[in-house]
């Protein structure tokens, strides 16, 4: 089955760095554009970054741009957000996401990851 297995969260302060990843299964991985979002308490899921499948082009949000960069290894079947000069409000749950068939056959179907926690705090 489809899996999308998220790392690399956790507590960092204001200005800092951190690298999330996601480790992507059960689909043709270099087939399908990957996404981030994210989503604090008390609110919407937010779409973060997407990048293509072969990774030629990439899309932010304005809350992040110049900050955050969308990467992905095909060969190893990974996608990354690495994520600079952190804010407070960057606070959140980051999920991968995509949007792929299992199969030729299947149909298209959004996958979702568990999320990993990011908290920005002095």
């Known amino acids: 089955q489809v899996q999308l297995v998220e790392s690399g969260g956790g507590l960092v302060q204001p200005g800092g760095s951190l690298r999330l990843s996601c480790a992507a299964s059960g689909f043709i991985f270099s087939s399908y554009a990957m996404n981030w979002y994210r989503q604090a308490p008390g609110t919407g899921r937010e779409l973060v970054a997407s990048i293509t499948s072969a990774g030629v082009a990439t899309n932010y949000a304005d809350s992040v741009m110049g900050r955050f960069t969308i990467s992905r290894d095909n060969a190893k079947n990974a996608v990354y957000l690495q994520m600079n000069s952190l804010k407070p409000e960057d606070t959140a749950v980051y999920y991968c996401?995509?949007?792929?068939?299992?199969?030729?056959?299947?149909?298209?179907?959004?996958?979702w990851g568990q999320g990993t926690q990011v908290t920005v705090s002095s």
């Open positions: 996401n995509t949007l792929a068939r299992r199969t030729q056959w299947d149909i298209l179907r959004e996958y």
